[in-house]
């Protein structure tokens, strides 16, 4: 008969956390990029089975947005994660049970009508947007995401000019954000041209 080495649940959870930190995590306050991984739609998957199971009674939608979504482009190394919920005021009791994962609630965090989560102290390695599922904030960033997707030359133009502006601002994040937002806005128009459904 084989033997098969049984490892204590304490052992196998802690190696996870570590695997998660070794494919995830930026310095706050910092600006840096690394090669795609395509281990990052796994640990996606894995962290919405969680979510699904805290709150998913009281939400309409679990996607894995910005550039960790879009194989093939350079990324910081945050999963940034969207909720889509039917109404901002009801959603905050999301709140309490995604503290409880972890997460640390920022409020709107400079943009209205959306519920921010984040994951990491000095260390970040999630992101959480909750946004109402009708609104522009939700469906631009699947819009975005989706594209760039089914366009691979769009998206290694993005990815080209990301790495462009990080090294003529020299990790400046406002002049970096702002540098994006013409090619961003480009895709956008894009995307709501070819999808009849964007609800403008």
Request: hydrophobic share 40%; glycine share 6%; proline share 4%.
């Amino acid at each position: 008969m084989e033997n098969k080495t049984i490892y204590p649940s304490f052992l196998i959870l802690p190696f996870f956390q570590c695997l998660i930190f070794i494919m995830l995590g930026l310095e706050k306050g910092k600006l840096k990029f690394v090669p795609h991984n395509p281990e990052w739609k796994r640990l996606f998957e894995s962290e919405k089975k969680i979510l699904q199971t805290a709150i998913g009674k009281d939400i309409l939608d679990i996607q894995h947005i910005g550039s960790t979504s879009i194989p093939g482009i350079i990324a910081k190394p945050i999963l940034d994660i969207a909720i889509a919920v039917t109404n901002f005021e009801a959603a905050a009791v999301c709140i309490q049970p995604i503290e409880n994962l972890g997460y640390i609630y920022m409020g709107e965090y400079g943009l209205p009508r959306r519920h921010l989560f984040t994951k990491g102290d000095l260390i970040r390695t999630h992101n959480i947007h909750m946004w109402e599922i009708h609104s522009q904030d939700w469906q631009r960033h699947i819009l975005f995401r989706d594209y760039l997707i089914k366009y691979p030359e769009f998206a290694r133009q993005y990815s080209e000019l990301k790495l462009k502006l990080l090294e003529e601002h020299q990790g400046d994040r406002d002049k970096y954000q702002d540098g994006k937002s013409l090619f961003i806005d480009r895709i956008e128009q894009l995307a709501r041209s070819e999808n009849k459904n964007y609800e403008t």
